[in-house]
């Protein structure tokens, strides 16, 4: 019995210092393959931030006679030199404020039902799986969908309109997801001492629960944004412009009550769309043009990701658990 419980060799100190060694032995060898994993995220880090600097130098250094000031307050023209990009920054900026103001609230506001107020049942699930396994949906579906729902159902026609709800669509499951891990990356404790103090769940989630998760919540809002802004298929499909010399109304009137929605109806381009018409130009001045507009809507995708991680530091130095 005694030799059953303390191994063969009957010694109960000799069995404790083998165990204490094997421990020793596996703890010496988790350590190493934490540290070999770390290299390879490291390396791989590196190396992806690498290829992402010699694509943006390439771009930058075959159009760098196009960083002009009339490249950016220019229409586009059949002459390369004379071209520009202004109604496509002007049409990307109009389509992304439509894709955030239709995306992000309700994109935030089924993340908190799902969290906080979503009964766990099946029917919660199915919609938990479909809402991840949208995200990972080809974009040119999200277009299809768009042709047939808001062009010709709702009648929006190629508009501006069309595009932000397009793009809305498109980046709605991302802005789910991220929100979701925001909410729940605040601890349970928070919520459990408001109930204890009589809150009620809406005062939980106001007062506790978003804005702990306001950093998260930004961030992947930002994030889903920089994806939405180098998308073509989507607004290819709808029918954007590839050649326009003209801007749409302008969102500003000098009479009450200020603010005009008639810039929603009108036709647009936007960067990635007059990238590909130059791109697809034999002359080889459209393909400075085409590298220029390519390094400046990298750029801006660059910028909208650094907003999102100074936010998201910004936000978790305010937090203390």
């Known amino acids: 019995m005694n030799r059953q419980a303390f191994g063969n060799s009957g010694d109960p100190g000799a069995t404790t210092m083998m165990t204490v060694e094997g421990m020793r032995r596996g703890l010496a060898r988790r350590k190493v393959l934490d540290q070999v994993f770390v290299l390879i995220g490291l390396v791989v880090m590196l190396a992806c931030l690498m290829i992402l600097a010699v694509l943006f130098i390439d771009l930058v250094r075959d159009g760098w006679e196009r960083f002009t000031w009339d490249f950016f307050t220019h229409f586009a023209s059949r002459h390369a030199e ?8 002007v049409g990307t900026t109009l389509i992304m404020v439509v894709t955030a103001v239709c995306a992000v609230p309700i994109g935030v506001a089924a993340a908190i039902y799902l969290e906080e107020y979503a009964p766990k049942n099946w029917m919660t699930a199915i919609i938990e799986i479909n809402v991840t396994n949208l995200a990972g949906v080809p974009s040119i579906v999200f277009g299809l969908l768009a042709l047939g729902l808001f062009v010709y159902q709702f009648d929006l026609g190629q508009s501006i309109a069309a595009a932000g709800l397009t793009l809305a669509l498109l980046i709605l499951p991302i802005v789910i997801v991220a929100t979701r891990e925001a909410i729940r990356s605040v601890p349970n404790a928070i919520r459990e001492a408001a109930y204890g103090l009589g809150a009620t769940r809406w005062e939980v989630t106001k007062d506790h629960v978003l804005p702990y998760s306001t950093g998260g919540i930004l961030t992947g809002m930002i994030l889903g944004l920089s ?15 590839s050649f326009i010399a003209f801007l749409p109304e302008s969102p500003f009137k000098s009479e009450f009550p200020f603010i005009s929605f008639g810039w929603l109806n009108d036709p647009f381009t936007a960067m990635p769309i007059q990238m590909f018409n130059w791109v697809s130009r034999p002359d080889q001045a459209f393909q400075a043009n085409a590298a220029a507009a390519g390094a400046i809507l990298l750029g801006m995708t660059l910028i909208m990701n650094g907003v999102a991680i100074w936010i998201r530091y910004r936000f978790r130095k305010k937090i203390s658990w």
Request: proline share 4%; glycine share 14%; aromatic share 4%.
């Open 82 to 89: 004379r071209a520009g990009i202004l109604a496509a920054w």
């Open 227 to 241: 994806r939405a802004i180098g998308e073509t298929a989507p607004i290819i499909t709808i029918g954007a412009l």
